[in-house]
């Protein structure tokens, strides 16, 4: 086979719950992301469920139409998990059990003081002449196989075992299709509109076809993702991505949070840990939230030290200090009481920084001044407290995010200005 | 064409923008929701770009697969929207100027008072024995062709398009296939592994080929999805699931924990509110994570009062009461501190229970008797203390979902038993 010219390739996803409403095949998006790294591009995907005739189909047309052919999802030890004996009879080829295949699974259970169930024996078959990819985080090994007319790759429907297994085996193996140099940058914006990000960068959208820029807005984050390539080197590529990311930036300020695809929580993290400084939080609509993001970031007990989640006003005072009076002159959804909280939350825990959350998520608890949406987000430092009245757009979900990266932003303008 | 047997279904969504890594053909989704309702199901989705070669592949190998195919995108006036051509060139039908067509484009444009681009013209190019659906949201008319072997069905992209043109002129046209009743209901499962939940219904998979049963796992919760379909009537169709899911429930008992698609934080909310009892959280590696989940469910203040998020011995001790010599001698990861915190939020807050979880979500933090993943939950009630020591897999994220979701079903199951 001949590894000069491009490959046409297909991702396909198996499971019939990606043919429900309810779920998306996502899987794929990680694999173009990787792909598009090397310079490559998927021609085609498909998605089928566990019919055994539907799924050797789809396998059998992709075979023909792309050189190499990712399979993600069917590699279970349940009846419906059928990619294994699909594939094989799509080829004609047997399947051999595997002693030292069975032996590792089984180990694995025993490590997890488990009784291996009688049917995880049939991921120990294995399709003659496939080599098995090692599995660190689940049972079902991986495939790959190089026939005379394609690459086949095959990989477990889970996230967290597709992911580092496409890493570690079939991204080296996939090196000889390298042909252009790739680059890529991700802009992470908050606290601006979509259409006022648009009509920043407008006359900053490249004409060179090297260079693709998409943006990807949800509230309360929107993200500028470049991508750059260069048949010369990677030098090169970087070369014009660093002109095009400064000419980004230039225009779009301090509103950019991150450009190495940290999250906020993360940045705020590096902020905090590089001054040695601590921030608690005080918590009403979000429930937890604001602690859950921060937390998400390991080593994050470097800084994070405290959440209290006050769902009620007698806990608001007893715990966060908040005055009786205030919270009924004034109401728990107020710029007064957000500002309590972070000044409480502050002083009972000892940090450097307290950050309060209270508002409406709805769907209910609005009144006629107090409509759903509105939340209040407060920042209390050493002799300094600030607060912001928000109306938030969007369901109970999306209000408790553009809450937590409101009060997080606040802190992170406020880590920038007093440098 | 006979129509009363079950039609295979594709769909296939065409634009490059769907194999970025950014954005994810959603379409599909409801057209899939559609079909359901007809008891039809989707066999086979695909996804390629603008390339004319790849687009005529695509359809060709749609064709032969299936009976009827939806095509959705690539209807636009510009250069890389060639859905039309290429449908037209694997029919090997011609494309035919329509006048008729190409007056309602431009009154379209009229009626907006813009001057109606040049390119548009070649939206008033109709294939050659098709029949035109009205857009009355945009330009691109859509199509709808009966050929010896397929039904074609082709749509604009975007959905505010879409989804009236199905719903006018596709739905009325797809009633001839509407001969199956079907009826779906998905188990959640907590408290066992998937192969565990695989060997307990491995007797029960349904030999009628009118129920379908699929599995979808993820750590901390297994989804058993059932669809049932009857060709005399939908009573008929319910009784079958019935029997289906009895036979179920009766085999994995209560570690079924919704039926009905509640998550698990909507079911012992709702519990709770029935009892009118309360609960609070004592929190430490999963950092906001529970108080987030019960939170998410709107109305959660009648039962969710406090969550305090530890991540301290200092704030342990202060805060939620744990005595200082259990957290030197026992560490904070142990049965011990999740007892004693699990008690402390519960005093503290006045609850009727309150639930506790510590743990190490890594990938820092072990030690050699305390690995990643070791994760206490307890439970404190009246007169009722408990404590489970957990060793959960994945990564960070992975074992606060799992740690969370411990904590809530130890919860459940106490509220099962005390009836």
Redo the contacts between chains.
């Keep these: 086979m001949k590894s000069n010219s491009i490959p046409?390739i297909e991702i396909i996803a198996v499971?019939?719950?990606?043919?429900?409403?309810?779920?998306?095949d996502?899987n794929s998006?990680?694999l173009?992301?990787r792909l598009?790294d090397l310079g490559l591009?998927?021609?085609?995907?498909?998605?089928?469920?566990?019919?055994m005739d539907?799924l050797k189909?789809?396998i059998h047309?992709s075979l023909a139409?792309a050189r190499v052919v990712f399979i993600t999802g069917g590699l279970?030890?349940?009846?419906?998990d059928r990619t294994r004996e699909a594939l094989a009879s799509v080829l004609k080829r047997k399947l051999l059990f595997r002693a030292d295949v069975f032996e590792q699974i089984h180990k694995r259970f025993q490590r997890?003081r488990?009784p291996?169930?009688?049917?995880?024996k049939k991921q120990a078959y294995v399709i003659e002449g496939s080599e098995l990819l090692d599995n660190q985080?689940g049972t079902a090994p991986g495939i790959w196989m190089e026939t005379p007319s394609n690459i086949i790759a095959v990989l477990p429907g889970?996230p967290?075992e597709l992911k580092p297994m496409f890493d570690v085996y079939m991204w080296p193996r996939l090196l000889k299709f390298l042909r252009i140099h790739s680059v890529r940058k991700t802009l992470k914006i908050t606290g601006l509109t979509e259409s006022k990000v648009e009509s920043l960068i407008q006359n900053d959208y490249p004409k060179d076809k090297d260079l693709r820029l998409?943006t990807?807005a949800r509230p309360g984050q929107i993200e500028i993702?470049l991508l750059c390539q260069s048949q010369i080197n990677s030098a090169h590529a970087k070369k014009k991505m660093k002109a095009l990311s400064s000419t980004l930036l230039f225009k779009l300020k301090e509103n950019v949070f991150s450009t190495s695809g940290e999250e906020l929580e993360e940045i705020v993290g590096n902020m905090l840990r590089q001054r040695q400084e601590t921030v608690a939080?005080a918590?009403s609509?979000?429930?937890?939230?604001?602690?859950?993001r921060?937390?998400?970031i390991?080593?994050?007990?470097d800084y994070?030290?405290?959440?209290?989640?006050?769902?009620?006003n007698d806990?608001k005072s007893r715990?966060l200090r908040v005055p009786q009076d205030l919270l009924y002159k004034s109401g728990a959804v107020s710029s007064e009481v957000a500002c309590a909280m972070a000044n409480g939350i502050r002083e009972?825990?000892s940090v450097d920084y307290g950050l309060a959350i209270t508002g409406i998520?709805?769907?209910?608890?609005s009144t006629a001044d107090k409509p759903v949406g509105l939340v209040y987000t407060a920042l209390a430092g050493k002799n300094h407290t600030e607060v912001k009245r928000n109306l938030f757009l969007g369901d109970?979900?999306i209000i408790?995010f553009q809450s937590s990266q409101k009060a997080l932003d606040m802190l992170r303008r406020h880590l920038l200005q007093s440098l």
Excluded: W
């Design positions: 046409k499971g019939t719950e990606l043919l429900s409403p309810h779920f998306q996502t998006l990680y173009i992301e598009n591009e998927a021609n085609f995907k498909t998605i089928v469920g566990d019919d539907d189909l789809a047309n139409r279970g030890p349940t009846k419906d997890r488990i291996m169930p009688s049917v995880n985080k889970p967290t998409s990807l993702h939080a918590e609509c979000t429930g937890g939230y604001l602690g859950h921060l937390t998400n390991p080593g994050s007990s994070f030290l405290l959440s209290v989640v006050a769902y009620q806990q715990l009972i825990s998520a709805g769907p209910g608890g109970r979900e408790k």
